[in-house]
């Protein structure tokens, strides 16, 4: 089935979360495979993921709490095509389940994510990432350590923010900044996410 282009959106999105994304759909269709569709935490699957490549930075950079836009990703690619919700076996640790945003059937979606031929699916995907990644408005990329000169810089001016931030979320806000965010919309974008994934 062909990929309707003209409905593709990817402002959302960032080449990390695209990157990212494929990563996680890969090793999302291998757990589906190996477990008949059993759902799976965010770290773990992330952990699965980045067994895939240990030499892919970005990817071991991923941390849970940047995980959202990732599984939408593969979540959009699977509703363009028709295929099961693939991003769905994807659960929180507090719930076990998706989160709120998702609203399909669970035990029907992860039966059928199980049984379908995800192998069918393969050139899609890959028109899929090139489109994205030839929407996506680019931004600066930072160094590593201009990005963590620039995170200790917005912490000094944001302390008090700052101290309900895990290490988790830091890292998460510097793999923003190397992807070329500024500091305030890298920061609003980690908070965000931690509040998805409190009602996750």
């Known amino acids: ?37 059993a759902p799976v935490f965010y770290s773990d ?16 950079r991923a941390v849970p709490i940047g995980i959202g836009m990732k599984l939408l990703f593969v979540e959009r690619f699977c509703l363009l095509n028709g295929y099961p919700t693939l991003a769905c076996l994807a659960v929180s640790k507090a719930r076990g389940r998706p989160s709120e945003g998702y609203k399909g059937d669970w035990e029907a979606d992860k039966q059928a994510v199980a049984q379908f031929d995800w192998s069918t ?52 806000i510097l793999t923003l900044l ?3 965010f500024d500091a305030d919309a890298a920061y609003g974008r980690v908070i965000a996410a931690r509040a998805l994934l409190a009602g996750a």
Do not use: C, W
């Open 45 to 60: 699957i992330l952990q699965q993921a980045r067994a895939l490549d240990a030499n892919d930075a970005e990817l071991q």
């Open 178 to 180: 190397i992807e070329g």
């Open 121 to 172: 699916a393969q050139a899609q995907l890959d028109a899929y990432v090139i489109e994205a990644r030839r929407a996506v408005t680019p931004r600066k990329r930072r160094t590593e350590a201009k990005a963590l000169d620039l995170r200790y810089q917005h912490f000094k001016g944001n302390r008090q923010a700052y101290s309900k931030v895990s290490d988790e979320e830091a890292q998460e």
């Open 1 to 37: 089935m062909a990929t309707p282009q003209a409905a593709l959106d990817f402002s959302d999105f960032t080449l990390n979360d695209i990157h990212v994304g494929t990563r996680l759909y890969t090793a999302l269709v291998t757990h589906a495979h190996a477990t008949g569709g």
